[in-house]
């Protein structure tokens, strides 16, 4: 079974200091990972996704996230948060299922990003 | 190219009555999947169809089922409607299911 654990329900920063926010997984096959934006009464956006084609990922808005299998993470940041960043921002694994041949994704509870002026 | 387009946006119903919800899909997108968003429970999985089948199901009740038409648009029907189905239900389309989803705007539903 695989799962996610995004592990701050909140992060309160500045506008323009760094931004991190953390996630780990485990799944008991190759997973594809993901960070999704939700901004509020909206549906979710696509940030970036991990492919396997290198380890640090860079998605949209300055957004980038490092794989490290060693630690079982996907940890996203940014150098600098905009106002416009404060959101919900949820990690998503998606794995093979254990009957094989589809993929079922599990999202982590989120991360609600406050970003003060 | 136009996005996930869900309707309504807003429903209200009461106790017992049953709900369909209506997701019409990215063009070219055959895979369309449903969660359902609460602040107690987050994110959860309900169904994703790919060409008109049922490829994976969450752990959800029966009341909870769906279908996919031909035009990959999909519906999801909630029977027997219970206060804590009140939810935003979220539809998201992709090419394929291990691939980036795109969601739509989602429908919330009040079950009073």
């Known amino acids: 079974a695989q799962s996610v654990t995004q592990l701050d329900s909140h992060v309160s920063v500045s506008e323009g200091t760094p931004v991190l926010l953390r996630c780990n997984y485990s799944?008991?096959?190759?997973?594809?990972l993901f960070w999704y934006v939700q901004h509020p009464n909206k549906g979710l956006q696509l940030l970036l996704k991990?492919?396997?084609?290198?380890?640090l990922v860079k998605g949209i808005n300055g957004f980038e996230a490092e794989f490290k299998k060693s630690e079982t993470s996907f940890h996203l940041t940014k150098p600098s948060a905009h106002m416009s960043d404060a959101a919900e921002y949820f990690c998503?694994?998606?794995?093979?299922?254990?009957?094989?041949?589809?993929?079922?994704?599990?999202f982590g509870r989120g991360t609600s990003l406050i970003v003060h002026p | 190219k136009a996005g996930v387009t869900q309707t309504p946006r807003y429903l209200i119903k009461t106790r017992g009555q049953q709900v369909t919800l209506s997701c019409s899909p990215i063009?070219?997108?055959?895979?369309v999947s449903w969660y359902q968003q609460t602040p107690g429970q987050g994110l959860q999985f309900l169904f994703e169809?790919?060409?008109?089948?049922?490829?994976n199901k969450g752990n959800f009740p029966g009341r909870f089922s769906g279908r996919q038409f031909s035009n990959s648009r999909s519906e999801m029907n909630v029977s027997t409607l219970e206060l804590g189905d009140s939810a935003l239900y979220l539809c998201?389309?992709?090419?394929?299911?291990?691939?980036?989803?795109?969601f739509g705007a989602g429908t919330r539903l009040s079950v009073l």
């Open positions: 998201a389309s992709s090419l394929r299911s291990d691939d980036i989803q795109y």
């Open positions: 799944s008991s096959y190759s997973p594809s």
């Open positions: 991990y492919t396997s084609a290198a380890t």
């Open positions: 998503v694994v998606t794995g093979e299922s254990a009957s094989g041949g589809s993929y079922i994704p599990t």
């Open positions: 063009s070219g997108h055959r895979s």
């Open positions: 169809y790919f060409s008109e089948t049922q490829r």
